[in-house]
């Protein structure tokens, strides 16, 4: 893991949330988006946005936790709520963004 982190320099978000047990990029990275919109590729753009904005949200929860403005129940919590909401989603892209999400 920790070489791809060390490969991921340009895409510390994706290396960021590997770290922490979370899915991280999947699809394409942000490189990929002009290349993808040009080949009219317009819903692997809007999967990719939808799950970097989630691994963001997972990993704005994990700061709050760490820097003491939630709590560990708050943060479970939160972390449960989503999950939820994904298991409930039906798209390709959710069930493996929750496949790829370490228990």
């Known amino acids: 893991l920790l070489g791809s982190v060390l490969d991921g320099v340009g895409r510390p978000l994706d290396a960021l949330a590997q770290l922490m047990g979370l899915p991280g990029k999947i699809g394409m990275d942000g490189s990929a988006v002009w290349g993808a919109y ?4 317009l819903e692997d753009i809007w999967r990719y946005c ?10 704005y929860l994990r700061f ?21 909401t ?18």
């Open 38 to 41: 040009q080949d009219g590729r």
């Open 50 to 59: 939808e799950t970097d904005v989630v691994n963001t949200h997972l990993v």
């Open 64 to 84: 709050q936790l760490m820097r003491g403005a939630l709590t560990q129940a708050q943060h479970d919590a939160q972390i449960k709520a989503v999950r939820a």
């Open 86 to 103: 994904l298991e409930k989603a039906d798209q390709p892209h959710w069930q493996e963004f929750l496949a790829r999400w370490a228990a």
